[in-house]
């Protein structure tokens, strides 16, 4: 049975069992064939659409497969290729640019050749100059002294004319060093050293042999009156006070001279003697000159013997005190007693101080033979005291190196403290010249002792050069005029500064 089949433009759909002409059926089968030719036509673009997708797919992963592989060969081949056609590039400029970095260092390299030749030639200077002089001065040492003596020596043989050798010693300067400290002790050098070289000839050769010794070299000379009025020029330049690092320090000089043929006729000897004459300066008083002469040599002996019994002495108690009283001469009553040392000398007198005290203070003995004088006699002030002998003061002497050494002030605390004698009983005398040594510490020193009891004395007043400008300004309580003007008190001269002195004390409170 046939079926009723509507196509699209064919006009309205007919109702279900409508009837179609029958001249139509072959038109309609065409159509039908056409629309499965369409279709299948339309299935077969799908699948070529697929295969196109497919195809391109591939073409993508191919194409991915060639950019790896481009990729790799530029890692592998071209890379390479092109980092050695840029350092051929760059070649010729690297190789320029070591040229001039070459000789730029050449250049650098000359430049520290000659700095350090020249710093060579400095050094050897600086080694050849400290190998002739003395580092803290500046002065020629002692090689370089004795070279020029040698020379002067040499030519003074030759023109028949004499040679004069200054051997010079600081008196004093070891406790000042030991007190101050070193620093100014070198300085204190250093300024000698200033005034010397000040106050020589440009033809003289001022050396510093070691520690507080200098030695002044003064060729063709005019005997030994030349060298006295050369040493005279060196001790006037030696008063005025030095002051270091806020210190006012008086230092004098001790000058031995010996002359060249008189008193040697070698470097060695023209230098012991001179220094044999500067040992004697010092035991005659210092800040003096003595001309070196042949008796000196036995009394250095005298000298060296002397120090080993004053060894003796403080080993085995050979030192004994006697006591001189203090009147009043108005009204005779005794003021005070003053000790006096002595030395027991086994199968001798015994002596006095003139005979040791100046080696005494050369060998640096008096400082203990002062602690020992000092404990002894304090000790006996009290002992008297205890048995009802009244001595209203007791006196001891002390040296300047006792003054100016360290722990003084505690030594005679401790003197006091262990004897149990009343500080207002006890005494010091201290001369002028040990005074002025250090004049800043002389006052802070009087002043603690005063402060604590102890009555302070000038000794031997008038004798230095600053008496008058100094006695109003140290904490003193009596002052003792140098016997050298009551000896001489017959004369108007020793008579008139007795009473200006006198009168001064009097004006200034003092006893």
């Known amino acids: 049975?046939?079926?009723?089949?509507?196509?699209?433009?064919?006009?309205?759909?007919?109702?279900?069992?409508?009837?179609?002409?029958?001249?139509?059926?072959?038109?309609?089968?065409?159509?039908?064939?056409?629309a499965i030719g369409l279709r299948e036509d339309a299935v077969d673009l799908r699948e070529e659409a697929a295969d196109l997708r497919e195809e391109a797919a591939d073409l993508r992963e191919e194409a991915a497969d060639l950019r790896?592989?481009?990729?790799?060969?530029?890692?592998?081949?071209?890379?390479?290729?092109?980092?050695?056609?840029?350092?051929?590039?760059?070649?010729?400029?690297?190789?320029?640019?070591?040229?001039?970095?070459?000789?730029?260092?050449l250049v650098v390299a000359t430049v520290n050749a000659q700095m350090l030749a020249e710093a060579a030639e400095g050094i050897t200077a600086q080694m050849s100059h400290r190998a002739e002089h003395d580092i803290l001065t500046g002065l020629p040492n002692r090689a370089v002294l004795h070279d020029r003596l040698g020379q002067s020596i040499a030519s003074a043989q030759r023109r028949g004319e004499k040679v004069a050798l200054m051997y010079l010693d600081?008196?004093?300067?070891?406790?000042?060093?030991d007190r101050l400290g070193h620093a100014v002790g070198d300085q204190l050098l250093q300024s000698t050293a200033k005034r010397l070289l000040a106050s020589v000839r440009v033809t003289d050769t001022v050396s510093r042999q070691g520690g507080?010794?200098?030695?002044?070299?003064?060729?063709?000379?005019?005997?030994?009156?030349?060298?006295?009025?050369a040493a005279e020029k060196l001790i006037d330049a030696m008063a005025e006070p030095h002051v270091v690092e806020g210190h006012t320090l008086h230092v004098t000089l001790s000058i031995g001279i010996s002359i060249f043929p008189d008193d040697g006729t070698t470097a060695e000897a023209v230098i012991r003697n001179a220094d044999t004459a500067m040992y004697h300066a010092k035991r005659t008083g210092r800040n003096n000159y003595q001309v070196f002469t042949s008796d000196m040599n036995i009394r250095a002996v005298a000298s060296h013997t002397i120090e080993l019994e004053l060894h003796r002495a403080l080993d085995e108690g050979g030192f004994v005190l006697h006591y001189q009283t203090q009147v009043e001469l108005e009204t005779g009553v005794i003021t005070g007693a003053e000790a006096l040392l002595r030395l027991k000398r086994p199968g001798r007198r015994l002596a006095r101080p003139g005979v040791f005290v100046t080696v005494a203070e050369e060998s640096g003995l008096i400082v203990p033979i002062g602690r020992w004088v000092m404990r002894e006699a304090c000790r006996q002030a009290q002992a008297w005291h205890k048995e009802g002998l009244q001595v209203p003061r007791i006196a001891v002497n002390v040296s300047g190196q006792e003054l100016h050494g360290k722990g003084f002030l505690q030594s005679v605390r401790s003197v006091l403290d262990?004897?149990?004698?009343?500080?207002?009983?006890?005494?010091?005398?201290?001369?002028?010249?040990?005074m002025m040594v250090n004049a800043d510490?002389?006052?802070?020193?009087?002043?603690?002792?005063?402060?604590?009891?102890?009555?302070?004395?000038?000794?031997?007043?008038?004798?230095?050069?600053?008496?008058?400008?100094?006695?109003?300004?140290?904490?003193?309580?009596?002052?003792?005029i140098d016997p050298s003007f009551v000896r001489e008190i017959d004369g108007e001269a020793a008579a008139t500064i007795v009473d200006a002195i006198t009168a001064m004390g009097i004006r200034l409170h003092r006893r």
Request: one cysteine or more; hydrophobic letters at 35%.
């Open 418 to 434: 262990d004897t149990g004698l009343d500080p207002r009983l006890l005494e010091l005398e201290v001369t002028e010249s040990g």
């Open 441 to 480: 510490h002389t006052m802070t020193t009087l002043s603690a002792l005063r402060a604590i009891g102890v009555s302070i004395a000038i000794d031997d007043f008038g004798k230095g050069c600053s008496s008058l400008s100094h006695l109003g300004r140290f904490p003193v309580d009596t002052v003792k």
């Open 170 to 177: 600081l008196d004093n300067f070891k406790h000042i060093n």
């Open 68 to 105: 790896e592989k481009v990729a790799t060969r530029r890692e592998t081949v071209v890379r390479p290729q092109e980092q050695a056609a840029r350092a051929a590039l760059e070649g010729s400029t690297t190789v320029e640019a070591r040229l001039r970095e070459a000789n730029e260092r």
């Open 212 to 229: 507080d010794e200098f030695v002044v070299l003064l060729p063709e000379v005019e005997g030994e009156q030349g060298a006295a009025l």
């Open 1 to 34: 049975m046939g079926k009723l089949i509507h196509m699209p433009g064919e006009g309205p759909k007919p109702s279900e069992g409508a009837l179609v002409p029958i001249g139509r059926r072959e038109s309609d089968v065409v159509v039908a064939e056409k």
